[in-house]
Nanobody
């Protein structure tokens, strides 16, 4: 099993920055892909950014050139640096890890005020 704990959410003005962290524990050696999704009320959870075992990244078009996913392998932690935040980035952000199973963190709220 894999456990995921997010941190770093909060309230920020438009144009500001936040960095989210996701600390993974448990069977981290089994993780093939890890990343971030987000969800707003009444909408489906959507992909934000992912990174595979080899370090290859994938981003939603809406966040390209503004968000960066990175990892610290020694700390089993994945980060999402979010710059130039927009009100439409407001959502609950979830960390996601895929082994043969799918794991989710508890989510962290990001609110961007205009």
């Amino acid at each position: 099993q894999v456990q995921l704990v997010e941190s770093g959410g909060g309230l920020v003005q438009a144009g500001g920055s936040l960095r989210l962290s996701c600390a993974a524990s448990g069977s981290t050696f089994r993780i093939n892909v890890i990343g971030w999704y987000r969800q707003t009320p009444g909408k489906q959870r959507e992909l934000v950014a992912t990174m595979d075992r080899g370090g290859r990244t994938n981003y939603a078009d809406s966040v390209k050139d503004r968000f960066t996913i990175s990892r610290d392998i020694a700390k089993f932690t994945v980060y999402l640096q979010m710059n130039n935040l927009k009100p439409e980035d407001t959502a609950v952000y979830y960390c996601n890890a895929v082994t043969g199973l799918v794991y989710w963190g508890q989510g962290t709220q990001v609110t961007v005020s205009s």
